[in-house]
């Protein structure tokens, strides 16, 4: 099998994954800190293990500056899909989702201030067609406090996941998988003072959910992710990405019944067209002198996955 069409299988299977992200939240029975906590736990287990047994932990490549990068990106990670899993509880999944892919444009503002990124006639023109589609997802009325909760928490966890993507890049020369571990070991000790560990004593099954997320959607995932990207252009990474969301609303609608109305569908094909036109852009863009990093390294920003 060509490398590349081994690494078209493995994104479009982790983008798969990632689309039911959501339903392991719902069905896990868990509030958001609970459902982190045991992601970050779970996940961390089975990142540290793959670690070891390829050998990355040996000659790791942390420095304290990169090792402290790395902590801040988890500290933003963490909090990122707390928010994140708020918003389905609010909303739905499926808006939740759309929404949450407003990332790169807060990606691209980032870039702005902190490190004088050019943002082109184009891009801004893109922002404008982000911003019309968000309106028409968002479907929010007058006094519909739970749409307006929801959507909040969507563009809290976007701007989050882009800080936490703007903070990743400037970590070079480290394996993408230590760089997940670190940030998701993090989360462990971040999280503990508030999850409340005796109410998910008695959750049962939910447990298999909780330790789908962390196996499955976090350590399979990522190993998945990363070992996609060593074979593919970015172009089609950035292509590929967008199976997540259209498998998270299928299965949003295909587990709960939830569908979205047609003024809503209108906005979504808008946000994912100028999601992946800014996406495009800035790969295509040359990297700041601040960015520079080598071969090993990877940020979360080609992910665009929960």
């Given at each position: 099998?060509?490398?590349?069409?081994?690494?078209?299988l493995?994104?479009t299977?982790a983008?798969?994954?990632?689309?039911?992200l959501?339903?392991?939240?719902?069905?896990?029975?868990?509030s958001?800190?609970?459902?982190?906590?045991f992601?970050?736990?779970?996940?961390?287990?089975?990142?540290?293990?793959?670690?070891?047994?390829?050998?990355?932990?040996?000659?790791?490549?942390?420095?304290?500056?990169?090792?402290?990068?790395?902590?801040l990106?988890?500290?933003f990670?963490?909090?990122?899909?707390?928010?994140?899993?708020?918003?389905?509880?609010?909303?739905?999944?499926?808006?939740?989702?759309?929404?949450y892919?407003?990332?790169?444009?807060?990606?691209?503002?980032?870039?702005?201030?902190?490190?004088?990124?050019?943002?082109?006639?184009?891009?801004?023109?893109?922002?404008?067609?982000?911003?019309?589609?968000l309106?028409?997802?968002?479907?929010?009325?007058?006094?519909?406090?739970?749409?307006?909760?929801?959507?909040?928490?969507?563009?809290?966890a976007?701007?989050?996941?882009?800080?936490?993507?703007?903070?990743?890049k400037?970590?070079?020369?480290?394996?993408?998988?230590?760089?997940?571990?670190?940030?998701?070991?993090?989360?462990?000790?971040?999280?503990l003072?508030?999850?409340?560990?005796?109410?998910?004593?008695g959750?049962?099954?939910?447990?298999?959910?909780?330790?789908?997320?962390?196996?499955?959607h976090?350590?399979?995932?990522?190993?998945?992710?990363?070992?996609?990207?060593?074979?593919?252009?970015?172009?089609?990474?950035?292509?590929?990405?967008?199976?997540?969301?259209?498998?998270?609303?299928l299965?949003?609608?295909?587990?709960?019944?939830?569908h979205?109305?047609?003024?809503?569908?209108?906005?979504?094909?808008?946000?994912?067209?100028?999601?992946?036109?800014?996406?495009?852009?800035?790969?295509?863009?040359?990297?700041?002198?601040?960015?520079?990093?080598?071969?090993?390294?990877?940020?979360?920003?080609?992910?665009?996955?929960?």
């Amino acid at each position: 099998m060509r490398n590349e069409t081994r690494g078209t299988l493995e994104l479009t299977l982790a983008m798969v994954l990632s689309g039911t992200l959501g339903v392991f939240v719902v069905e896990s029975g868990a509030s958001p800190f609970e459902v982190v906590f045991f992601r970050c736990l779970f996940g961390a287990v089975a990142l540290g293990l793959y670690s070891l047994a390829r050998g990355y932990l040996t000659g790791h490549g942390f420095t304290r500056r990169s090792l402290g990068l790395a902590l801040l990106g988890g500290v933003f990670i963490v909090f990122n899909w707390v928010f994140l899993f708020e918003a389905y509880a609010a909303g739905s999944i499926s808006l939740a989702t759309v929404v949450y892919h407003t990332q790169p444009f807060f990606l691209v503002l980032l870039g702005a201030v902190f490190a004088r990124e050019r943002i082109t006639a184009g891009m801004l023109g893109w922002l404008a067609v982000a911003f019309a589609g968000l309106v028409l997802v968002s479907g929010v009325r007058p006094g519909d406090t739970a749409s307006l909760a929801g959507l909040g928490y969507a563009l809290a966890a976007a701007v989050l996941y882009a800080l936490a993507t703007f903070v990743t890049k400037r970590i070079s020369g480290v394996r993408p998988h230590l760089i997940a571990l670190v940030q998701v070991a993090a989360g462990v000790p971040l999280l503990l003072p508030f999850a409340d560990l005796g109410a998910v004593s008695g959750l049962g099954a939910g447990w298999a959910w909780l330790a789908g997320l962390g196996l499955i959607h976090t350590g399979l995932m990522y190993v998945l992710m990363y070992a996609a990207y060593a074979k593919l252009p970015t172009p089609k990474i950035a292509v590929l990405a967008f199976t997540y969301p259209a498998v998270a609303m299928l299965a949003d609608w295909a587990v709960y019944g939830h569908h979205i109305g047609l003024v809503q569908a209108l906005g979504v094909p808008l946000i994912v067209l100028a999601g992946l036109k800014v996406t495009l852009a800035r790969a295509a863009a040359p990297a700041p002198r601040t960015a520079a990093r080598g071969p090993e390294a990877a940020s979360p920003a080609a992910t665009r996955a929960a």
